[in-house]
DNA sequence: GCAATGATTGAATGAGTATTCAGTCGATAG
DNA sequence: CTATCGACTGAATACTCATTCAATCATTGC
């Protein structure tokens, strides 16, 4: 599903709308209400409230609550692979800035924002009995994670840094990323996005050293 | 709270028990419908359903849901705790042996179990918005990393490793294995807890290979 | 204009749920 | 053995919330 953005142009609001509106409209509303409220906070009365929209119509235009969320988990989803496969698709980039885009991705403001965080952590502690969560998750995650591996390796090819395990660096760096969100989420005031950012930088630094290992300037200061 | 153990010896069930025998038996039911139904799908006519305990016992032990909720997450943190905390505690150990002792307490059986991993989420989900739990969480983090912070400035000094940064150390290894989790609780077939205890040794190997760089035949089967 | 179509509304419905509490039961003290 | 007291029970209560749907309204094609 497609969402368009609420036109901002549009000054009267229209009684009705394109279907891509409301639906944007009312993902948008769950969004909020999922970091204000939690999951288990979050009814469709305020959702539909938030959003400015009558009661009626999340079961219009989504068949349920539960096809809603299911839509708002893909949104956020879509949004990560969007992200990242626009960083990577620049012309002219070294293998190297297509991974550091990569990483970079994770902690871009729209997309690790609070309420993001709010929204990926909810639906990971709803994902174990969720088959539908876990199959959405599954599917953006392995598609970046082949695509990480993929370029790890191409860095690894050009120096002859044969020892390093691509599929070690792959999963520890994005392990290490949740990580990173869930201390952003639990503790915003001291796990910044640049600091986060930084932080991955310097294990990949570790990792790659001919590659990745120069500035050592950044995170020195005091944390948590 | 301190929660006793169901006495498995007691043949036959008594109509009443000890407090802490009752609130034990509701905590581990808890834990269990959590795992199954979710945090959402969690009734506590399904909980006292699991506990077989009469519907009226969790208010009369607990004051309310919400109460049974956090003492649920103590439970599992102060488990957490005392897991590392025993660990550290024996006799003759060297900073590295206790520092690994930590990193082992992450991938305990009783710690990391699919049911306990559920419960850690779904709260993790909730805690944005719950200063409750928020608090909690972070309570039992701040603890563990002191200590972890304390074991690796000795470590890095016991060496001349002054080049590395403990901060930097903990906060990393920390997030990784939070991460780590994150992956198990959803692809509990790819990650098992000795791989993923496999992965946080050999970061640790890259950051004090003096110490901890020896044997490099972990982790070499394909993954995810 | 004028239907026809489809989006929108929100009151009504009904299923489900936390909490209460009057009564029951049994262990223990005396 | 009896009385007392506190644990325990589960039907009843008082909600909340997802879902439905008949009626309303705006747009569009004619």
Redesign the interface.
């Known amino acids: 599903m497609t969402v368009a953005p609420t036109d901002a142009t549009a000054q009267k609001p229209r009684r009705t709308e394109d279907k891509s509106v409301r639906q944007g409209q009312l993902i948008e509303a769950t969004i909020d209400c999922i970091?204000?409220?939690?999951?288990?906070?979050t009814t469709l009365a305020k959702v539909t409230e938030v959003a400015g929209l009558s009661l009626g119509l999340v079961n219009f235009h989504f068949a349920s609550k539960e096809r809603l969320f299911e839509e708002t988990l893909r949104f956020v989803a879509r949004e990560h692979r969007d992200q990242w496969q626009k960083g990577i698709g620049a012309r002219g980039l070294s293998d190297a800035d297509r991974f550091l885009a990569i990483i970079d991705s994770f902690f871009h403001p729209g997309i690790c924002s609070?309420k993001k965080?709010?929204v990926w952590?909810?639906?990971?502690?709803?994902?174990?009995?969720?088959s539908t969560y876990?199959a959405i998750?599954?599917d953006i995650?392995?598609e970046r994670?082949q695509e990480s591996m993929r370029l790890i390796r191409a860095i690894a090819a050009d120096q002859d840094d044969m020892g390093i395990?691509p599929?070690?660096v792959s999963?520890?760096l994005?392990?290490?990323?949740?990580?990173?969100w869930?201390?952003m989420?639990?503790?915003p005031a001291d796990f910044t996005r640049e600091r986060s950012k930084a932080?991955v930088r310097?294990?990949l630094a570790?990792?790659f050293p001919r590659q990745f290992g120069t500035p050592q300037t950044l995170?020195?200061g005091?944390?948590?």
Do not use: C, K, W
Request: proline share 4%; hydrophobic share 45%; no cysteine.
């Open positions: 970091a204000r409220y939690g999951i288990t906070g609070p965080l709010s952590f909810a639906f990971f502690g709803e994902a174990a009995n969720r876990r998750v599954e995650d392995e994670h395990d599929i070690f999963l520890t994005e392990a290490l990323m949740d990580g990173l869930l201390n989420l639990l503790y932080q310097r294990v570790l990792m995170l020195n005091p944390a948590t």
